[in-house]
């Protein structure tokens, strides 16, 4: 099964909200509610920032949000902040036969 | 707090097998699947397998013929295995807690440092 699809790229000036989306299908983002989205910035490991479409782990912004229609899934980051600069990445459960599947991933920029 | 310290090998040959291992620090090892995630130099991550305390695993059907991973709740750790690897297993390897709200098994919450493994003759 294919990779979720993302944006490579996406930019923002501080204090602005950006939005970056994760396509899927209907037998990934569509059928579960278990998409999640992961920030990494470089040399680091990734960080849960959503889970379950749309929840924020303990100690997440609330800048940081989640949504999906159906077979896209979108985070949404409001009031941008020079630390949001990272990579994003939108991963799905795809069943049980192929398990999780990761979006390729968007760099956000902040101008 | 949980915490995942990851070490093993970091260079390898064409051919020869990857081991890495996972130690899990703090809360509780049941309950959970745990999982390992690569990232190659430069590109998006990769979701390799997972396996609960139970030794039940799942692979990606990609990865499945070159994988085990593997478990021991005695000394709170689990393992993965990759056999035959060439250049293009050379990544980052993740191993990463699935969790969420309690009791689920959701989203990878909490992640190891991560592990450069190099394959080159």
């Known amino acids: 099964q294919s990779a979720l699809t993302q944006p490579a790229s996406v930019s923002g000036s501080p204090g602005q909200s950006i939005t970056i989306s994760c396509t899927g299908t209907?037998?990934?983002?569509?059928?579960?509610?278990?998409v999640s989205w992961y920030q990494q910035h470089p040399g680091k490991a990734p960080k849960l920032m959503i889970y379950d479409d749309f929840k924020r782990p303990s100690g997440v912004s609330d800048r940081f949000s989640g949504s999906k229609s159906g077979n896209t899934a979108s985070l949404t980051i409001s009031g941008l902040q020079p630390e949001d600069e990272a990579d994003y990445y939108c991963?799905?459960?795809?069943?049980?036969?192929?398990?999780?599947?990761f979006g390729g991933g968007t760099t956000l920029t902040v101008l | 707090q949980v915490q995942l310290q990851q070490w093993g090998a970091g260079l390898l040959k064409p051919s020869e097998t990857l081991s890495l291992t996972c130690d899990v620090y703090?809360?509780?090892?049941?309950?959970?699947?745990w999982t390992w995630v690569r990232q190659p130099p430069g590109k998006g991550l990769e979701w390799i397998g997972e396996i609960n305390q139970s030794g039940s695993t799942n692979y990606n059907p990609s990865l499945k013929s070159r994988v085990t991973i593997s478990v021991d709740t005695s000394k709170r750790h689990f393992s993965l295995n990759l056999t035959s690897v060439t250049a293009a297993d050379t990544a980052v390897y993740y191993c990463?807690?699935?969790?969420?709200?309690?009791?689920?098994?959701?989203?990878?919450?909490?992640w190891g440092q991560g592990t450069m493994v190099t394959v080159s003759s």
């Open positions: 209907s037998s990934d983002v569509g059928l579960y509610n278990l």
């Open positions: 990463a807690r699935v969790g969420g709200d309690p009791g689920q098994s959701d989203a990878f919450d909490i």
């Open positions: 991963c799905s459960y795809a069943g049980t036969a192929t398990f999780w599947l």
């Open positions: 703090g809360g509780s090892f049941s309950y959970f699947y």
